[in-house]
């Protein structure tokens, strides 16, 4: 049974810097692609980030482009969010997930991709 637990949420001021941690239970998370996903109250899932089994390709949603920093450390069966200049509208509750990847990477932002799930991280950003 995979499991995946995030940390790392909190409040914090617009403008500040945050770091999530995904940490994935067993000995196959470099045969997995994962992937940062939000959810805001009302809203639907939405991707954030998505990084490669090797951690060499990554992916963006266009809103956090530039901002957010998505990584791996095998070794450490972690994935991270680095998140900078935090805005009101990224207050939401951050889910990391994982699929089995395939022989070549290729990024997808459906949640349905996905084949596991943490239970999620709040964050939110004041003014």
């Known amino acids: 049974q995979v499991q995946l637990v995030e940390s790392g949420g909190g409040l914090v001021q617009a403008g500040d810097s945050l770091r999530l941690s995904c940490v994935v239970s067993?000995?196959?998370?470099?045969?997995?692609?994962m992937a940062w996903f939000r959810q805001a109250p009302g809203a639907e899932r939405e991707f954030v980030a998505d990084?490669?089994?090797?951690?060499?390709?990554?992916n963006y949603a266009d809103s956090v482009q530039g901002r957010f920093s998505i990584s791996r450390d095998n070794a450490k069966n972690t994935m991270y969010l680095q998140m900078n200049s935090l805005r009101l509208e990224d207050t939401a509750v951050y889910y990391c997930?994982?699929?089995?990847?395939?022989?070549?990477?290729?990024?997808?932002?459906?949640?349905?991709?996905?084949?596991?799930w943490g239970q999620g991280t709040q964050v939110t950003v004041s003014s």
């Open positions: 067993g000995r196959t998370f470099r045969t997995y692609n």
């Open positions: 997930a994982a699929r089995h990847a395939g022989y070549y990477y290729s990024p997808t932002e459906r949640p349905s991709d996905y084949d596991y």
């Open positions: 990084i490669s089994d090797n951690g060499h390709s990554t």
